[in-house]
Nanobody
Framework: QVQLVESGGGLVHTGGSLRLSCAAS????????MGWFRQAPGKEREFVAR????????GYANSVKGRFTISRDNAKNTVYLQMNSLKPEDTAVYYC?????????????????WGQGTQVTVSS
């Protein structure tokens, strides 16, 4: 099992940027594909972005494509989500998740390893 801790959330104005980090710990943390999800109040948790264990095979939700970039540094066991051109509709708690199978990193119901989440608020 891998343990995940997110950081980097905060309050930003429309058009601003934030970078989220997810630190993974565990003997084989770098073997895991990683993903970012978000959950807004009253809504279900949704897929945002994912990345394979090598740093390739990235994928994004249509709503964030071109604005968000996922990356990872396996030497630091850390995954990042660079968020640019933020909009009020990006406001949510952002969670990172890990799985040995990249293909599972789009449906939250299939995932067992989650961080505690970090709040992102975008003011208009």
């Amino acid at each position: 099992q891998v343990q995940l801790v997110e950081s980097g959330g905060g309050l930003v104005h429309t058009g601003g940027s934030l970078r989220l980090s997810c630190a993974a710990s565990g003997r084989t943390a770098s073997d895991y594909s990683m993903g970012w999800f978000r959950q807004a109040p009253g809504k279900e948790r949704e897929f945002v972005a994912r990345i394979g264990w090598t740093g390739g095979n990235t994928g994004y939700a249509n709503s964030v494509k071109g604005r968000f970039t996922i990356s990872r540094d396996n030497a630091k066991n850390t995954v990042y989500l660079q968020m640019n051109s933020l909009k009020p509709e990006d406001t949510a708690v952002y969670y990172c998740a890990a799985d040995l199978l990249l293909g599972r990193l789009w449906n939250p119901a299939d995932l067992k390893s989650w961080g505690q989440g970090t709040q992102v608020t975008v003011s208009s």
